[in-house]
């Protein structure tokens, strides 16, 4: 799925945050599988922010939790990033910027081919600085993320060590309090192919030589394993 302002997607009017994306723009493309298309059952993978808009999806529509097998998650993670006092400095200095700004460059964010707008990121950026995840309705995300029982892969690279950080990335797969759930985090000291960046992590050729593979298998055992309980 494509968010609005991206790739083919149509361009939004009003500015949106993340949400916005998961009232909107995923609820609609889950409504098209499920109910348009009759798929019974999907398993979701999601990059950065996807990631955190799946889990506020999720959070205010638990009947999808039924329809979905796995969930594999690549550099996501949306309160532990600041918790390091040099990336702490990072993040509040990168928010006063990119508020000059209007947006966060393409490469700041961890894209290659695109920018977000400051308004949409102001979120991210204040759950990292609060180590919170609370929506602009009140509601606390972080503390209802045990809500999903959905097994999860979470993906993690040395590289990416400002939007996505190991640390974060396990604080964020730590709050579904899953011992299904697995963490893989990959550098070269571990013998991986590259210290992946924010966007490498999934797609460059060596993403797909070693960590595509790691992702199939992961949604074969937990596919097979889902069909397996239900017979």
């Known amino acids: 799925m ?38 019974q059952n999907i398993d979701c ?14 959070i205010n529509n638990k009947g999808y939790h039924s329809k979905i097998s796995s969930i594999t998650l690549f550099g996501v993670q949306a309160f532990g990033a600041g918790t390091k006092f040099n990336n702490r400095i990072k993040i509040l200095g990168g928010k006063y910027l990119t508020a000059l ?36 309705n009140g509601i606390d995300y972080l503390r209802k993320m045990n ?8 993906i993690c690279a040395s590289g990416d060590n400002f939007i996505a ?7 964020y797969l730590n709050a579904f309090e899953n011992t299904k759930n697995q ?12 210290n992946y960046n924010h966007s490498r992590i999934l797609k460059s050729q060596n993403s797909m030589k070693e960590i595509w ?10 596919t097979i394993g889902n069909k397996a309980h239900s017979t």
């Open 165 to 171: 950080p190991k640390v974060g990335c396990e604080k």
């Open 147 to 154: 809500e999903i029982e959905i097994p999860i892969l979470s």
């Open 183 to 194: 963490l893989v985090y990959l550098s070269k000291k571990n013998g991986n192919l590259e």
């Open 45 to 58: 993978l999601a990059h950065s922010g996807g990631g955190i808009a799946l889990t506020i999806l999720l």
């Open 101 to 136: 700004l209007g947006i966060v460059p393409a490469k700041t964010a961890g894209s290659t081919e695109h920018s977000e707008s400051y308004y949409t990121m102001k979120q991210w950026f204040n759950w990292n600085l609060r180590h919170d995840f609370i929506g602009e």
């Open 213 to 222: 593979p790691i992702v199939i298998e992961w949604i074969n055992k937990k």
């Open 2 to 39: 494509e968010w609005r302002n991206h790739g083919e997607s149509s361009k939004a009017q009003k500015e949106f945050d993340f949400e916005t994306i998961a009232r909107y723009d995923l609820k609609s493309s889950f409504e098209f599988l499920f109910n348009d298309q009759n798929i």
